[in-house]
């Protein structure tokens, strides 16, 4: 993309990361496909999320990575997504919002994005959990995700908390 301009800077420390810190090339990946999602729906004068839900994958689907999608409810989740959010209603609204403003735009996406986490290497896709069970019912769970946001200790907590048949509220984790 010749309006692309694309920097990395290593850096050094002494401090462990407590985050996510690199995407092995998801992030890089997905703006070239939505890139390319936006340049086929110009070319063929459709909207883009039009492009996006003809271009889904269909149960039984097999992806680049050989992994083929059961039980696939995407496309019926996008069609009440967008009835419920009213897209069709909110666009209308962006489009007049736009002809009537010279030099503030606004804009309105719809995107479904599938970041295949895992290894080609199948002994590489396990993860492990420590857990502890205390005489007084209380739990303590030590694993090894990364919690960034995405409500992974909670998660964790929950399936703990009813694998175990107790309370999340008797359910802790340990950060690593």
Not at 107 to 125: E, H, Q, R, S
Not at 146 to 153: I, K, P, R
Request: proline residues 3%.
């Amino acid at each position: 993309f010749k309006s692309t301009e694309v920097t990395g800077r290593l850096v050094k420390s002494n401090i462990a990361s407590h985050t996510a810190f690199r995407g092995f090339g998801g992030p890089q990946g997905m703006m070239l496909g939505e890139s390319l999602m936006d340049k086929i729906a110009t070319t063929l004068n459709l909207p883009a999320d039009v492009v996006r839900q003809r271009n889904l994958y269909k149960s039984g689907s097999v992806t680049h990575y050989l992994q083929r999608v059961d039980h696939w409810y995407v496309p019926e989740m996008w069609t009440k997504l967008m009835a419920s959010a009213e897209v069709p209603a909110r666009r209308a609204q962006v489009e007049a919002f736009n002809a009537a403003n010279r030099h503030r735009k606004r804009g309105l996406c719809v995107m479904p994005t599938k970041y295949g986490i895992n290894f080609t290497a199948k002994f590489l896709n396990q993860a492990g959990a420590l857990v502890h069970i205390y005489t007084d019912g209380s739990v303590l769970i030590t694993h090894g995700g990364v919690e960034m946001g995405q409500g992974l200790h909670i998660k964790i907590i929950q399936i703990a908390a009813h694998e175990l048949g107790t309370t999340v509220a008797n359910c802790h984790i340990n950060e690593t």
